[in-house]
């Protein structure tokens, strides 16, 4: 009963804007490092922001920084993505993950795969005119 699930994707135009939402069911996201990811085909999952359980230090990979920001709501349980300014390159399916805390309930985040435990089924999020 552990999943996280996405949704907000679409088909926008360059230059316009999107939120994506991560809901989690089955555990609570305050303690756990959240993740967003994208895959393209062909392409590898890359790692695109991430935010610690702390809330205080965030990560972005360099082709969206400025452009994305990563918040997280945790009375509802709920990592959002928002994303302005898209560009083409943006096309992707976008997915949430979240790595669990240590023992001091602490996780601080990485733009990597290796640790997140659990992963949502991914939102397709298309920039195109």
């Known amino acids: 009963q552990l999943q996280l699930v996405e949704s907000g994707g679409g088909l926008v135009q360059p230059g316009g804007s999107l939120r994506l939402s991560c809901a989690a069911s089955?555990?609570?996201?305050?303690?756990?490092?959240i993740g967003w990811f994208r895959q393209a085909p062909g392409k590898e999952r890359e790692g695109v922001s991430c935010?610690?359980?702390?809330?205080?230090?965030?990560y972005y990979a360099d082709s969206v920084k400025g452009r994305f920001t990563i918040s997280r709501d945790n009375a509802k349980n709920t990592v959002y993505l928002q994303m302005n300014s898209l560009k083409p390159e943006d096309t992707a399916v976008y997915y949430c993950a979240a790595e669990p805390p240590n023992s001091l309930l602490f996780r601080l985040c990485v733009l990597k795969t290796d640790g997140y435990v659990y992963w949502g089924q991914g939102t397709q999020v298309t920039v195109s005119s």
């Open positions: 089955g555990f609570t996201l305050d303690y756990y490092a």
């Open positions: 935010i610690s359980s702390s809330n205080s230090i965030t």
